[in-house]
């Protein structure tokens, strides 16, 4: 059974601090790029971090410079890390993984997701 679950959402005072995790499981092929993306009520999805499987990462640029992404191969794990966050980052905050019995072909098609984990900043 292919699952993405998300924790470590809250809710936290502009200028704290929270940590997102994600664990992969039941996946039969490599995870190859892996992101968080975050959707706020009314808004479009849009995508945040992006770590490929040499974690190389990306980052949107309202988050560049707070958030970091980071992954663990081994632990099948994503996490990122968020510092100094603003009322704007509210969102259901979702884990992603592209993962294909073809390989890494397709590192920006995200065909896996987790149910979310909401943020709150006041």
């Known amino acids: 059974h292919v699952q993405l679950v998300e924790s470590g959402g809250g809710s936290v005072q502009a200028g704290g601090s929270l940590r997102l995790s994600c664990v992969a499981s039941?996946?039969?092929?490599?995870?190859?790029?892996m992101a968080w993306f975050r959707q706020a009520p009314g808004k479009e999805r849009e995508g945040v971090a992006f770590?490929?499987?040499?974690?190389?990462?990306s980052y949107a640029d309202s988050v560049r410079g707070r958030f970091t992404i980071s992954r663990d191969n081994a632990k099948n794990m994503v996490y990122l890390q968020m510092n100094d966050l603003k009322p704007e980052d509210t969102a259901m905050y979702y884990c992603?993984?592209?993962?294909?019995?073809?390989?890494?072909?397709?590192?920006?098609?995200?065909?896996?997701w987790g149910q979310g984990t909401q943020v709150t900043v006041s």
């Open positions: 039941g996946f039969p092929y490599i995870l190859c790029s």
């Open positions: 770590i490929d499987r040499a974690e190389s990462t």
């Open positions: 992603a993984t592209s993962s294909w019995r073809t390989g890494c072909g397709r590192p920006n098609v995200y065909n896996y």
